[in-house]
């Protein structure tokens, strides 16, 4: 688990699975700087905000640096993370926007692509699992598909664990889950939509 191998897994099959990306007490450092009244997530942006909870139930806040030093120190390390990306692979990075999820028991996120027809600006998807006791059987589990819509993975939402992927290149979705689900999911952006 390497920077070299996200650099090289991205660029030969456009994914990353980088497990331990952080430790048991950065987790929970991080967790401690959210507050427990989150909104519910919304589908689409502006205007057309609504709520859906037949694609997604998950309550979602998003993050600032500006939140406390656990989460100044993720973005600090997704920044260098960004830096890498542009120096190995060229992707024009230029920001980066992430939300914490929370999934009540019984929520899902219907299958889905995060960048549909490359219309926005975001270009590599990374999503980081806070579920400390995770166990066969909580559900919850992305599940990622390739663009002929053949399952690539099923990944259980381990607290440490990250994965990255191209956010233009894979549907993926959320299995129901039976146990409160934590993760951080972020975008990198490039210049232009
Ligand atoms: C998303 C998403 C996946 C996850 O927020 O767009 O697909 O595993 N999240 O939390
Ligand atoms: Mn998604």
New binding site residues.
């Given amino acids: 688990m390497t920077i070299n191998n996200l650099l090289d897994s991205l660029t030969t099959s456009g994914w990353y699975v980088w497990d331990d990306f952080l430790n048991t007490s950065e987790i929970q450092s991080i967790k401690d700087c959210i507050p427990d009244t989150l909104q519910e997530a919304k589908i689409g942006n502006g205007v057309s905000l609504q709520l859906n909870t037949n694609v997604r139930g998950d309550v979602t806040l998003w993050l600032d640096d500006d939140m406390g030093d656990p989460i100044k120190s993720y973005f600090n390390k997704m920044y260098d993370i960004r830096q890498e990306l542009n120096a190995g692979l060229y992707l024009g990075l230029r920001d980066f926007e992430t939300h914490f ?1 929370r999934y009540k028991p019984g929520a899902f ?1 219907q299958k ?1 692509l ?1 960048n549909p027809q490359s219309k926005s600006r975001r270009k590599v ?1 990374t ?1 980081l699992y806070m579920n400390e006791d995770w166990q066969t059987g909580d559900g919850g589990e ?1 599940v990622v598909y390739d663009r002929e819509d053949t399952k690539l993975l099923e990944l259980s ?1 381990k607290a440490g664990r990250m994965i990255f992927f191209m956010s233009e290149q894979f549907p ?1 979705e ?1 299995l129901p889950t039976n146990t409160v689900r934590e ?1 951080i ?1 972020g975008w990198f952006l490039n210049s232009v939509a």
Avoid: E, I, N, R
């Fill in positions: 999820c996120y889905h995060d998807t999503v992305l939402p993926h959320v993760s999911a």
